[in-house]
Each structure stands twice: as structure tokens, then as C-alpha cells.
């Protein structure tokens, strides 16, 4: 491109577009990325595997607690490393992957907008998809769900588009993507790309004949071909325990079984998607009543409705469910609903598409009301809050109001893009970011303990987790000693009278049933904490009076240290951790 033959206006323009880019994937996906510690423990345990990788030089199997770890396939370890051997083993190592793949989600969603509709439709449902609450607590959460939607998600649309636009050589670049994702997460993408596409044969019926053109069969044969081989060597390696532990356990008896308590009502996944695509789930609403009055529904938006549906209908019937599963689901809803916002825009009459009218009315009384919601309930959060926070329920209030103003003003009609709910959102971002990061920080008490115990325990000294429960990956990757799991308090004693230097991290309410326990044994505590117990937002329901303490013991002769308070700095340490939690609960953020 000459760049002298645009005039400087365009320029200009083209610069600032870029500069708000800029703005928006650094403040969703990187912004203050590796500040907080480990929360949830999937963190942890990927982060533990991934740097037991590294450190023993077997990059093929990887092993957690000793014990070979079938949870999950090869390639977001192999990512991890990369960032580990780069920068080190850290907190911003384990979610730089995740940061990256949010950015390719992200525009992933503005390239299928463009090539199934135009470049405004693009442009918005990129623009959609960045600011969601779910892809800000995601792409900084050090698991894998952002980089499995990102290859299964290109992959698909790279296949279909392939057959829409008569450009069969991007299939074969579709199936590379697909077989990336299985090495991501599993036989799991080829099951959600069937179902799809399954699905899409049946409402998409126009489409019918150029979607079975493709060449499934030779690019199912592709993705086997590019993942088996790593499942291949764990099979020989492991013999039959990799395919029980793996295939069987981790996802035929999974999906069907009932291994967990985990087991949720048959609209979960319904509420989950509806709440991970505030504040503008009311335009797939909106844009689902229209159809039903018989509204004109394009062939490429039946596509992402399949799309949609069959993901949701897939892990609905799930026995198993977690709530960032149905992550993949998004990008689809925010072309759909870039769709509905850009025909609703130039639509001769509102009239045919009065429900997605209303929506984007509703989209405004949304961000209101949350800014009234966020005001009542910032002061009974039982952190202690820098004054700037008091801000977000004013900002998303007038975000609300303003953008309400502006659709009035255009005869009910949105504007180009949805400038003042997307401001109000990174604003309230950057002061979550600033402000509430440090306050949530300072009320977590595992890594200034662990801390602790990697700086004064002897070298090869032993550290028993007692009933730590979803604490116990991170306090494995921020003690960085070997760990003892005891459950009951006979296997508690048993390892802290085993020869050597020894010691335990436990609640105290537990400290006090050992002592009851077993009066005669000398545990004494060398440092304690105050903090938060929960590893979801439930915790800060609490008040901090109520938190309980943590304590750090040992049977060898030792002086007490000082207590701390939650309000204490933590002192810094190292990252990781392992399955279960959500979208919605970690807003928390990072």
C-alpha cells in the first residue's frame, strides 16, 4: 500500500481505529495479566504439570503430584512451555496462552463476520465478543478453554466458508485447526463439529448440497492423522490405564456418568450462555422472537444459530458441567447479533424487527440497572476498596442513560457501533483491574504463606497439605517442595513423623481438631493468615470477620513468626492450578 496516495484524513482515521484496538485487547486480555495469584485451582494444576515438563525435560507425558495426568491432551501444555522457557515459570507465563488466544478469538469472529456478511457486520461482532464479561475473566484464567474455542472455531468456519465463498483449499486449513483443537481438549471438537454441522443440514436446508460437498471424510482422516500420534505414544507408554484413565474417565464416563456433584438443572447452560453474553444477550432474544414471527432468517445466520444450538444442546446433556464449557457458544451469538443490529440499522421498518428494536433499548435499561445493582453492593463487598472503585456504578449508569439518549435520538434505530456500552465496560475493566486486583489480592492468603514456607523451610524439607481441598495445587506450585496430601488426621501425623524437617498447612478450626485428636504431639504454628477460603465469588459474601485463618506448623524447633492481616502485602512467589469453576465466577478477574 502507498501510503502517500491516501489522504491524511483516512490515515488519520485508520490510525485511530487501530489505536482503539489497541486499547480494548490490552485492556481485556493483557492489562496487569500476571498481577494475581492463583485462584482457581485449574490454574494451578496446569501451571504445576507445565513446569514439572520443564524442568525434567519430557515434553510428551505430562505428570502431576508424581503420577502420570490424563486430564488433558498435549498442546496447551506445549504453548505453556514455550512461554515458560521464554519468561519464566510465572503467573503471566500460564495466561499469556489463553491472552494470545483471546486475541485470536477475537478476530476469528471479525473474519467470519466479513466473510459471511460485510465488513461492518465484522467489525461489530469482533468489537461484541472483545468486550464481554466472559472473555475478560477468560483470557486472563490460565486454562484452556479460550485456545480450544479459537482452533475449533476457526477450523469450522475456515471448512464452511470454504463451500460458501467456492474456496475448497481453506477446508484442508479448516481440519489442520480441528486437529488442533483435539490436541487441545480432545475427541471432543470432532463431536461438536458433527453435531453442528449435523444440525446445520437440518435448518440450514439451502446450504445442504454445498455443505455435503465438502471432503468430511478425507478431512476427518486429515485431523486423525495430525492428532492420534501423541494419544498413540500415551497408549504405549501407559498401556491400558491411559485409555481408562483418558478416554474412558475423562470423557465417555464424564459426559455420561455421574462422577461428580457437579450435575445442574437442564437450563444451565441456557442461563450460563444468557449471562456470559451480558449486556446484549437481549438482541439474541430480541432476534430469536423475530424470527419466530417470521422474520427473514439469512442462510449464513442460520449457520451460527446451529452453531449455537447444537454446543448447548451438546453439554446440556452433559452429567457433567461446568460453566466456561459453553464459552465456544459465544462468538457465534456476537455474529448473530452483529447481524440483527446492522439489518435492524437499515431496515426500511423497525416493524418486522420490533423484538430486536426493543432489545437494544433493553441493552440500555441493563447497564443501568447494574450500575444501580453495583452501588448497593460495593459497599457490602468485605474488601477493602481504593476510593476510585466507587465509580463503576456511575459510569455504567451513564453508559446506560447515554446510550439510550443516542438510540432515541436515531427514531429507535442502534448506532453504527454501541460506543457508550462498550466505554462504560472498559472503564469499569480498568478500575477492576487497578483498584479491585490489589484489594482481592491482598484477602488471598495461600501464596504469602507458601511464600513464606519456600524461604525459611530447610532445603528438602516435606509440606503436608491438610484438607486444603481446591487450595492444594496452588500452595504445590507457590511452596515449590515436595507435598504430602493428608485427608485425615492418622496421615497427617504419620508424615510429620517421618524423618527429616516437616511441615503442615491447614485451617485452624482443623489445627484445633488434631490437637484434640492427638494432645501429645507439638505442633506449632510458625505463620498464620486471615482470608478468603472460597475459590469463587461465594467467598466474598463473607464478612472479614468471619474469614478464617490459615496456619502454617511444624514439629522442629523454630520461632514463631509475626501474624499477618488480610490487609498484609503479599509477598511474591510463583503460578498454577485445576478443574472446576466458571465464567461468572471469575469476573473476580484474574
Not at 485456545?147 to 489442520?176: I, N
Amino acid at each position: 500500500m502507498n501510503w502517500r496516495s491516501i489522504p491524511t484524513s483516512n490515515v488519520a482515521r485508520r490510525v485511530a481505529v487501530w489505536a482503539a484496538w489497541a486499547v480494548v485487547i490490552y485492556v481485556v486480555a493483557f492489562w496487569r495479566l500476571g498481577f494475581p495469584s492463583f485462584w482457581d485451582p485449574d490454574e494451578a494444576v496446569y501451571a504445576v504439570v507445565t513446569r514439572k515438563m520443564m524442568r525434567s525435560g519430557d515434553w510428551l507425558a505430562p505428570i502431576y503430584n508424581g503420577q502420570p495426568f490424563f486430564d488433558k491432551p498435549i498442546l496447551f501444555y506445549w504453548l505453556q512451555l514455550i512461554t515458560f522457557k521464554l519468561f519464566g515459570a510465572s503467573e503471566f507465563s500460564a495466561r499469556l496462552v489463553p491472552a494470545v488466544s483471546a486475541v485470536g478469538v477475537i478476530a476469528t469472529t471479525g473474519w467470519a463476520g466479513r466473510v459471511f456478511f460485510n465488513r461492518q457486520v465484522g467489525r461489530l461482532a469482533a468489537l461484541l465478543v472483545a468486550v464481554l464479561p466472559a472473555t475478560f475473566a477468560l483470557s486472563a484464567y490460565a486454562i484452556l478453554d479460550m485456545t480450544f474455542t479459537m482452533f475449533l472455531f476457526l477450523g469450522v468456519v475456515l471448512a464452511v466458508s470454504a463451500v460458501v465463498h467456492d474456496r475448497p483449499e481453506r477446508q484442508w486449513w479448516g481440519y489442520v485447526c480441528i486437529a488442533l483443537a483435539v490436541l487441545t481438549k480432545g475427541p471432543l471438537a470432532i463431536a461438536l463439529a458433527g453435531v453442528s454441522f449435523g444440525l446445520a443440514l437440518v435448518i440450514a436446508p439451502r446450504l445442504r448440497r454445498p455443505l455435503l460437498s465438502l471432503r468430511w471424510g478425507w478431512g476427518l482422516a486429515l485431523v486423525i492423522t495430525i492428532s492420534s500420534p501423541w494419544f498413540l505414544y500415551m497408549w504405549w507408554r501407559f498401556g491400558y490405564a491411559f485409555i481408562e484413565g483418558y478416554f474412558l474417565r475423562e470423557n465417555i464416563w464424564l459426559y455420561a456418568a455421574q462422577l461428580y456433584t457437579t450435575t445442574r438443572a437442564p437450563g444451565f447452560y441456557l442461563r450460563v450462555a444468557a449471562t456470559g453474553f451480558l449486556p446484549f444477550t437481549p438482541i439474541i432474544i430480541g432476534r430469536a422472537i423475530d424470527a419466530l414471527r417470521g422474520d427473514r432468517v439469512d442462510d449464513a445466520e442460520r449457520l451460527f444459530w446451529a452453531w449455537a444450538l447444537a454446543i448447548t444442546g451438546f453439554f446440556t446433556c452433559s452429567r457433567f458441567k461446568l460453566d466456561h464449557y459453553i464459552y465456544p457458544v459465544l462468538p457465534a451469538l456476537a455474529l448473530i447479533a452483529a447481524h440483527t443490529w446492522w439489518r435492524l440499522r437499515h431496515a426500511a421498518s423497525i416493524r418486522p424487527q420490533i423484538g430486536a428494536a426493543v432489545s437494544v433499548v433493553v441493552i440500555a435499561l441493563i447497564l443501568a440497572g447494574a450500575g444501580v445493582y453495583a452501588y448497593v453492593k460495593l459497599d457490602t463487598l468485605p474488601l477493602e476498596l481504593a476510593a476510585p472503585i466507587r465509580l463503576i456504578p456511575y459510569v455504567m449508569l451513564a453508559g446506560g442513560v447515554l446510550f439510550l439518549m443516542r438510540v432515541y435520538r436515531r427514531q429507535w434505530r442502534p448506532p453504527v457501533l454501541p460506543v457508550f456500552p462498550v466505554a462504560a465496560l472498559l472503564i469499569v475493566y480498568a478500575m477492576v483491574l487497578v483498584v479491585g486486583l490489589d484489594a482481592f489480592e491482598r484477602a488471598k492468603p495461600i501464596k504469602d504463606l507458601a511464600g513464606w514456607v519456600s524461604q525459611h523451610a530447610p532445603s528438602g524439607a516435606v509440606v503436608t497439605a491438610f484438607r486444603l481441598e481446591r487450595w492444594k495445587t496452588s500452595w504445590r506450585f507457590y511452596s515449590d517442595r515436595p507435598m504430602f496430601e493428608a485427608e485425615s488426621v492418622e496421615e497427617l501425623l504419620n508424615a510429620m513423623h517421618a524423618p527429616g524437617a516437616h511441615y503442615a498447612v491447614m485451617r485452624e478450626d482443623e489445627l484445633a481438631a488434631v490437637r484434640e485428636a492427638a494432645p501429645t504431639e507439638t505442633l506449632r504454628v510458625v505463620r498464620e493468615r486471615r482470608g478468603l477460603t472460597n475459590t469463587s465469588g461465594r467467598g466474598l459474601r463473607r464478612k472479614q470477620e468471619d474469614w478464617p485463618t490459615f496456619v502454617v506448623v511444624t514439629n522442629t524447633a523454630e520461632p514463631r513468626a509475626e501474624a499477618t492481616s488480610p490487609a498484609t502485602p503479599v509477598a511474591p512467589a510463583d503460578p498454577r492450578a485445576r478443574r472446576t469453576h466458571a465464567m461468572s465466577s471469575a469476573s473476580a478477574r484474574r
